[in-house]
């Protein structure tokens, strides 16, 4: 069945778009429509969130610490993340799949971007997210230009956590200036939307109200256009102290743990398998 290209609405009728477009979220803006993003990194969190209405998914760079079990994003490798977001994109057939530049893979300059970029979207994605805000443009500019969609990300950047001195609230004071600029930087340059990770709720309503591309806010207040949430997070599969912007709206791994005691009781017991599960 063929499905018209437009879309009224990002969780309305035109919900059987073919696939949401860049240019759909811009619209969401202009049309006061907020929405959210999450993380995906495989074929069945892909498939569930994409059949739930989620018009974006993240394949990010945070599969290092919730896939593949390093410390810190820095130690995600392109060759790790490419297969992660294939099965993504195979699995969906609506949402709009953004995949993460890892670190030391476009930091170089514009012609090492383009070349990580290159293999992301051969991969499947429909976009590539990036850190950094002035000191990105040109790697933002040299994507853009060969038709290469970009989301930005600016304030906290988890890659650059050394520099900034560990996880800290970004917009604070004298640092207003500096957040807005790199967020006017990342649009001039021809990103579609940016992240705002822990920033100060004022700074990042004001960065909203004068961007003309989507705002996706983390830990950055209630007035940007979007949010996004790392799935683990929100579903309450990590456990531990999560941070104070994520909210859970599930407990996965009580959820799990249960299942997983059940079935081993049942064997131990010699309950599973029943005839039932058998063969004659």
Known sequence: ?????????????????????????VEAKERGEKWAMLTSYDQYTA????????PALLVGDSAANNVYGYETTLQVS?????????????STRRTLI?????FGSYEAGPAQALETAVRFMKAGAHAVKLEGGRRMAEQIRALTGAGIPVMGHIGFTPQSEHTLG?????????QA????????AVADAGAFAVVLEMVTSSVAAEITKRLPIPTIGIGAGSETDAQVLVWQDMAGLRQGKPPRFVKRYADLASVLQGAVKAYADEVRAGEF???EHGFE
């Open 177 to 184: 200036a500096e957040v807005e600029a790199d967020a006017h």
């Open 273 to 275: 398998p029943a005839k």
């Open 166 to 174: 560990g996880y800290r609230v970004q917009g604070r004071d004298a």
């Open 47 to 54: 498939a569930l969130f994409d059949e739930a209405g989620i």
């Open 98 to 102: 953004v995949a993460d530049l890892p």
């Open 78 to 90: 392109v060759e790790e993340l490419l297969p992660l977001v294939a099965a993504v994109a195979r």
């Open 1 to 25: 069945m063929e499905f018209p290209d437009e879309i009224p609405s990002l969780y309305g009728p035109g919900k059987t778009v073919k696939r949401v477009r860049t240019r759909h979220l």
